[in-house]
């Protein structure tokens, strides 16, 4: 598939971009502007092409979540803790923080050490091939929050394991959905509107466990931490999984002119 360079171009890089209302949701808005713009022209053939290409970053409409205690050694969470614990929180990305109430780290070398061992088992679990696409330690604290999102295709699988926390916190999925076909979907309760439409299911971690979930086919939220005394946590590691040969779909200008 070879779009036309300039006109996609001209849509990504407009002053006013027509959006989604959700975190982590620019790699679906610029899908579905590369969609309007094909349908307005009437051009059939391409729109079928950027489809067949994209097809393999949707997820089956019969997965459900896997969760299981066996995805790190007691030596790898004990490792893992060991690193966290040598991070001085000044140093990790800030930008969340105050959206999120998180520090994270986006691929650091320990982790991606273990996200590259981890490849082969989320490959047999999911049911096909899939490689390391990004990694990032998310260190929750008091009155953290994690609203209603999509993510984006490059984790169209995340495996996220808890390494530490003060309690559990709950986590709630819905099943595998199509992606949005129109921006006109989401008014001004979009978020109210998912979790009552959707029959969300949920699943806490203890430390060690994991699961993986399909972050760009599924809706998935945490209600917001409590804010206590207690100096409540949760640090968790979520590793991010594409289908072999598209790991490099966080590019989406490229992705999207099929020039990958």
Not at 15 to 39: C, G, M, R
């Amino acid at each position: 598939m070879k779009h036309t360079v300039k006109w996609i171009l001209d849509l990504l890089n407009l002053k006013k971009l027509k959006s989604l209302p959700w975190y982590d949701s620019e790699w679906l808005s610029h899908y579905l502007l590369v969609k309007e713009n094909l349908k307005n022209s009437q051009n059939e053939a391409e729109l079928k092409q950027l489809e067949d290409h994209v097809a393999v970053l949707k997820t089956r409409e019969d997965f459900e979540i896997i969760k299981r205690d066996d995805f790190l050694t007691d030596d790898q969470l004990q490792d893992a803790n060991e690193v966290i614990k040598k991070i001085d929180l000044g140093d990790a990305e800030l930008y969340e923080l105050k959206t999120f109430g998180r520090y994270i780290i986006h691929n650091h070398p320990y982790f991606s050490k273990l996200h590259q061992q981890l490849v082969d088992r989320v490959s047999e679990l999911v049911g096909e091939k899939v490689e390391a696409s990004y990694s990032f330690l998310s260190m929750y604290r008091d009155g953290a929050k994690c609203p209603v999102h999509l993510d984006a295709p490059s984790a169209k699988w995340t495996l996220d394991i808890c390494l530490n926390q003060s309690s559990p916190w709950e986590i709630f999925f819905s099943p595998v959905m199509p992606w949005p076909e129109s921006f006109q979907e989401f008014g001004p309760n979009w978020e109210q509107k998912i979790r009552n439409t959707h029959e969300f299911t949920s699943t806490t971690l203890e430390v060690g466990e994991g699961v993986i979930f399909s972050g760009s086919s599924q809706w998935h939220y945490r209600n917001n931490m409590a804010v206590s005394s207690k100096n409540e946590f949760a640090d968790f590691i979520f590793f991010h999984f594409a289908p072999v040969g598209h790991g490099k779909v966080s590019d989406r200008v490229n992705y999207l002119k099929g020039s990958e």
